[in-house]
């Protein structure tokens, strides 16, 4: 199909086909103005256009999901779910049904994947009328068109005016496929980036300003072969943007390699990155190489680089600068090519200040510093990230649809999200489980409030952002000699920043403002550690 072809669609207006023309080079714009027309010509409550990725959702092979690029009149956390085909069988339905439109009968049995997504004053929570239409693209499954309605019989005698709009959809997407192959960028428009890596459980969904020129910036630097220091809180997401530099670049068809600096024991970090050869030391029972090896060819990603030791940062310079690394017991150098990638949530510079981090080091891993906005700063991509959590826990529960109810959704966005993106993760976990226990679903639609998410402060409220260490009040004082009673103030504060970061010593360390092999050594003379 060429541009003529969209325009000469003789049931559509002239101005709106060449509206939807001039979109063609930004999905962003087109998809929105696709179903704003549609809204605009057939009788529904609410549209969407769902892109078949089977790469995104759960990873198992053959399995198919559907990622919505665009929607209208369904809540705003339904552009951040993910509908795996076999675990919604109206568009399973919907996606094997040939060419044709489908519509399924008033009393159809099949649970509709938009039962409570449909903002309604009168609380009508399930869909009476729906039908789909499959999306092909030079003979291969694309996507589909869904339109749904809340009272019956809605959609009688649009069948054909339903099709034609498919079919307009249909074109648009191979006329982007092909624009996007005549300028060169490898069909990268229509990329889908949602593969979870091993370890997160949310991927990098996000329209807010913030995100759209972080994602541009990524998408710039990742043909380069410069080092990227990846700034931000935790729970952001650094290592997606890590995981999005890597598939991006040059470098994608080679490994990433990713290394938790964090969880390094400090004796065994050289042999980590770097290998050893068989008699280095006490259990090197063979050669192994090390993480840098192992990304030759690709990229290594060093996640919380600050809680590197200063020994293992000075060893590692001569890597940053010419790629040479020495196997730990070894006396032969190897050479490498490697692109490194670095995290973390600490001020590397103010670390540099107290002498905590290498000023060399620093300099060679923050050639591009990328910083990554908190969950705050990003606007509705809070109620997106939501609907991605909402589909998985409603498939763990069970149920047949999970959603938020209108006061969730207003306090989600006031609230600051201190943990930002996996703490956000975590409440929607923890207040479906709530919330289950605590009522019936409505016809299997269970709608999560603020007091199920434990956000029920009162509206517009805000916390501080960082949770504020209790302190004891002179009734608490232990009756001990000084000595004991600072140890046993020592001992509690370090038990409860442990039980606060779920075990994690670095984490503890520096919200308690230590460095982590201080921490080690007293919690040792403490008795807390072995």
Same mark, same amino acid.
């Given at each position: #199909?060429?541009?003529?072809?969209?325009?000469? &669609?003789?049931?559509?207006?002239?101005?709106?086909?060449?509206?939807?023309?001039?979109?063609?080079?930004?999905?962003?714009?087109?998809?929105?103005?696709?179903?704003?027309?549609?809204?605009?010509?057939?009788?529904?409550?609410?549209?969407?256009?769902?892109?078949?990725?089977?790469?995104?959702?759960?990873?198992?092979?053959?399995?198919?999901?559907?990622?919505?690029?665009?929607?209208?009149?369904?809540?705003?956390? &339904?552009?951040?779910?993910?509908?795996?085909?076999?675990? $919604?069988?109206?568009?399973?339905?919907?996606?094997?049904?040939?060419?044709?439109?489908?519509?399924?009968?008033?009393?159809?049995?099949? =649970?509709?994947?938009?039962?409570?997504?449909?903002?309604?004053?009168?609380?009508?929570?399930? %869909?009476?009328?729906?039908?789909?239409?499959?999306?092909?693209?030079?003979?291969?499954?694309?996507? #589909?068109?869904?339109?749904?309605?809340?009272?019956?019989?809605?959609?009688?005698?649009?069948?054909?005016?339903?099709?034609?709009?498919?079919?307009?959809?249909?074109?648009?997407?191979?006329?982007?496929?092909?624009?996007?192959?005549?300028?060169?960028?490898?069909? &990268?428009?229509?990329?889908?980036?949602?593969?979870?890596?091993?370890?997160?459980?949310?991927?990098?969904?996000?329209?807010?300003?913030?995100?759209?020129?972080?994602?541009?910036?990524?998408?710039? %630097?990742?043909?380069?072969?410069?080092?990227?220091?990846?700034?931000?809180?935790?729970?952001?997401?650094?290592?997606?943007?890590?995981?999005?530099?890597? &598939?991006?670049?040059?470098?994608?068809?080679?490994?990433?390699?990713?290394?938790?600096?964090? !969880?390094?024991?400090?004796?065994?970090?050289?042999?980590? @990155?770097?290998?050893?050869?068989?008699?280095?030391?006490?259990?090197?029972?063979?050669?192994?190489?090390?993480?840098?090896?192992?990304?030759?060819?690709?990229?290594?990603?060093?996640?919380?680089?600050?809680?590197?030791?200063? !020994?293992?940062?000075?060893?590692?310079?001569?890597?940053?600068?010419?790629?040479?690394?020495?196997?730990?017991?070894?006396?032969? $150098?190897?050479?490498?090519?490697?692109?490194?990638?670095?995290?973390?949530?600490?001020?590397?510079?103010?670390? %540099?200040?107290?002498?905590?981090?290498?000023?060399?080091?620093?300099?060679?891993?923050?050639?591009?510093?990328?910083?990554?906005?908190? @969950? *705050?700063?990003?606007?509705?991509?809070? /109620?997106?990230?939501?609907?991605?959590?909402?589909? *998985?826990?409603?498939?763990?529960?069970?149920?047949?649809?999970?959603?938020?109810?209108?006061?969730?959704?207003?306090?989600?966005?006031?609230?600051?999200?201190?943990?930002?993106?996996?703490?956000?993760?975590?409440?929607?976990? *923890?207040?479906?489980?709530?919330?289950?226990?605590?009522?019936?679903?409505?016809?299997?639609?269970?709608?999560?409030?603020?007091?199920?998410?434990?956000?029920?402060?009162?509206?517009?409220?805000?916390? =501080?952002?960082?949770?504020?260490?209790?302190?004891?009040?002179?009734?608490? @004082?232990?009756?001990?000699?000084?000595?004991?009673?600072?140890?046993?103030?020592?001992?509690? #504060?370090?038990?409860?920043?442990?039980?606060?970061?779920?075990?994690?010593?670095?984490?503890?360390?520096?919200?308690?403002?230590?460095?982590?092999?201080? /921490?080690?050594?007293?919690?040792?003379?403490?008795?807390?550690?072995?």
């Amino acid at each position: #199909m060429d541009n003529d072809a969209v325009i000469s &669609t003789p049931w559509l207006p002239l101005e709106e086909a060449g509206a939807l023309v001039q979109a063609l080079n930004d999905p962003a714009r087109l998809w929105p103005l696709l179903l704003d027309l549609m809204a605009r010509h057939l009788p529904c409550d609410a549209c969407a256009l769902l892109r078949r990725d089977d790469r995104a959702g759960t990873g198992r092979a053959g399995e198919g999901v559907l990622v919505p690029l665009a929607t209208r009149g369904l809540s705003p956390d &339904t552009l951040g779910r993910r509908f795996e085909l076999d675990g $919604h069988p109206r568009l399973k339905a919907i996606a094997e049904a040939g060419d044709g439109p489908l519509r399924f009968p008033a009393g159809c049995e099949l =649970p509709d994947p938009y039962d409570g997504l449909i903002p309604d004053l009168r609380q009508r929570l399930h %869909v009476h009328d729906c039908v789909g239409a499959p999306l092909s693209v030079d003979g291969r499954p694309w996507g #589909m068109l869904t339109l749904d309605a809340l009272n019956e019989g809605r959609f009688e005698g649009w069948e054909g005016a339903i099709a034609a709009w498919a079919r307009l959809a249909a074109d648009l997407a191979a006329a982007m496929e092909r624009r996007a192959a005549l300028v060169g960028d490898g069909g &990268t428009a229509l990329r889908i980036l949602d593969d979870p890596p091993q370890g997160l459980d949310f991927d990098p969904i996000g329209a807010s300003p913030a995100m759209a020129s972080l994602l541009a910036e990524i998408d710039t %630097v990742a043909a380069s072969n410069l080092v990227v220091l990846v700034l931000g809180e935790t729970g952001v997401g650094k290592e997606l943007v890590a995981r999005r530099l890597h &598939t991006r670049s040059p470098r994608a068809a080679g490994p990433l390699v990713h290394v938790n600096c964090a !969880a390094l024991p400090d004796a065994l970090v050289e042999s980590e @990155l770097f290998g050893h050869v068989r008699g280095a030391f006490s259990g090197a029972v063979a050669d192994r190489r090390g993480k840098f090896e192992l990304a030759d060819g690709g990229t290594l990603f060093l996640d919380e680089v600050g809680e590197l030791p200063l !020994a293992a940062q000075a060893k590692m310079l001569r890597a940053l600068q010419n790629g040479e690394i020495q196997r730990v017991g070894s006396d032969r $150098h190897i050479t490498v090519d490697v692109r490194v990638i670095a995290a973390t949530n600490r001020d590397l510079a103010a670390e %540099v200040r107290e002498g905590r981090f290498r000023a060399d080091v620093y300099h060679r891993l923050s050639v591009y510093p990328l910083r990554v906005p908190p @969950l *705050r700063d990003r606007g509705t991509d809070v /109620l997106r990230l939501a609907g991605l959590f909402l589909e *998985r826990n409603r498939a763990r529960l069970g149920l047949r649809n999970l959603r938020l109810s209108a006061a969730a959704e207003r306090r989600m966005l006031a609230y600051p999200w201190p943990g930002n993106v996996r703490e956000l993760e975590h409440a929607i976990g *923890r207040g479906a489980i709530r919330a289950r226990v605590a009522r019936p679903p409505d016809g299997g639609v269970l709608t999560l409030t603020p007091a199920d998410l434990g956000l029920d402060e009162g509206e517009g409220s805000t916390l =501080p952002a960082t949770v504020p260490v209790p302190q004891p009040r002179p009734a608490d @004082l232990p009756e001990l000699p000084l000595r004991d009673a600072v140890e046993d103030l020592e001992r509690r #504060m370090i038990r409860e920043h442990l039980d606060r970061h779920d075990g994690n010593w670095a984490q503890a360390a520096r919200s308690l403002g230590l460095d982590r092999s201080n /921490l080690f050594r007293l919690a040792r003379r403490l008795g807390l550690r072995e």
